[in-house]
């Protein structure tokens, strides 16, 4: 059974800091991960996200990576700003079906 | 503009009563999907369609019901046998193949039991 785990589940750091995101799943057969940003109370935005065969994506000041052999991704962001502040999650999409499971979320708190 | 609408963005459950949650795609997607979310748990697939009149259980179907009558609908319903539905529910859409897979995703309706 997959398992998509986040860590850490939350996160503060000053303005300006660079800071990387971790998400691990335990089935490397998967389709695509993908990476959302939530914030209070609203729905998921999609940030990016990384098809089976790739290796990185990348979006403005974000970077994600995927290392399928070791259910590994990782969400890097370069000089955090305050309107940073959100829960990212991380999901992935199971090969041969439609399902995704997601990970819990990390909470990111960027202070000014 | 093209996206997901979600309605109502708050609902209000007696007990017993039954209460259906209101999902629209305009993205011509084939795949539609309803989550559960709890506070500091990851969502959960509650039901997914793939193609119009059919639909499948996730892994909490258990007390809530669909249906799929037109590609750009997918309405869910909690019923009186889902014993605690307070929480916040998503419906997401998706292509089943091509160059766009990723997820597309509303903006979520607040459920709460009075």
């Known amino acids: 059974k997959q398992e998509v785990t986040q860590i850490p589940a939350a996160l503060s750091v000053p303005e300006g800091e660079n800071l990387v995101l971790n998400c691990s799943f335990t089935?490397?057969?998967?389709?695509?991960l993908q990476w959302f940003r939530q914030d209070p109370g609203k729905g998921l935005t999609s940030l990016l996200l990384?098809?089976?065969?790739?290796r990185e994506q990348t979006s403005g000041r974000l970077n994600a990576s995927l290392d399928k052999s070791s259910g590994r991704s990782t969400l890097y962001i370069a000089a955090s700003q305050p309107g940073d502040s959100a829960t990212y999650l991380c999901?992935?999409?199971?090969?041969?079906?439609?399902?995704?499971?997601f990970g819990a979320g990390t909470r990111l708190f960027v202070k000014a | 503009d093209g996206g997901i609408t979600q309605s109502p963005k708050y609902l209000f459950r007696k007990e017993g009563q039954n209460v259906t949650l209101s999902c629209e795609q305009n993205?011509?997607?084939?795949?539609m999907y309803w989550y559960r979310q709890d506070p500091g748990q990851g969502l959960r697939l509650i039901y997914y369609?793939?193609?119009?009149?059919?639909?499948q259980k996730g892994d909490i179907a258990e007390g809530y019901s669909v249906s799929r009558e037109k590609k750009e609908s997918f309405p869910l319903t909690v019923t009186s046998a889902q014993k605690n539905p307070t929480a916040f529910y998503l419906c997401?859409?998706?292509?089943?193949?091509?160059?766009?897979?990723?997820?597309?995703f509303g903006q979520g309706t607040r459920l709460t039991v009075v």
């Open positions: 999901a992935v999409r199971l090969t041969g079906g439609f399902k995704t499971i």
């Open positions: 369609s793939q193609i119009v009149n059919d639909f």
């Open positions: 089935d490397s057969a998967i389709y695509n």
């Open positions: 990384i098809q089976s065969s790739q």
């Open positions: 993205l011509n997607h084939d795949a």
């Open positions: 997401a859409s998706s292509m089943i193949s091509g160059q766009v897979p990723e997820a597309f």
